[in-house]
């Protein structure tokens, strides 16, 4: 049991970096965040990526055999628009 929990996280690692370096670019050029008075960055950064970490954690489950991921595809999708609209708090 010990080492299918190990090979999952491999899995989901090796998922993370090549999904991740996958959407990057799209999101550099499309979902960015400018910086303002609030920020603690000076240049615009992208944002978004929790979709990638959704959708991997979503392939997981489905491999597992859970189905409880669905449950947080509202919070996932209240995150992403944030990151496109800024909603109040």
């Known amino acids: 049991m010990n080492q299918l929990i190990l090979y ?8 993370t970096l090549s999904i991740t370096s996958f959407f990057l670019p799209f999101l ?8 303002n008075n609030r920020s603690s960055h000076e240049i615009r ?12 954690n979503l392939i997981s489950s489905y491999f597992l055999g859970s189905s409880s991921l ?14 496109l609209r800024g909603l109040k708090a």
């Open 8 to 15: 999952i996280c491999i899995l989901n690692f090796l998922m």
């Open 28 to 35: 550099k050029k499309y979902i960015f965040d400018i910086p």
């Open 70 to 83: 669905i449950l947080l595809l509202p919070i996932t999708f209240a995150g992403f628009v944030d990151d």
């Open 45 to 56: 950064k992208p944002t978004g990526g929790g979709l990638v970490f959704y959708l991997i």
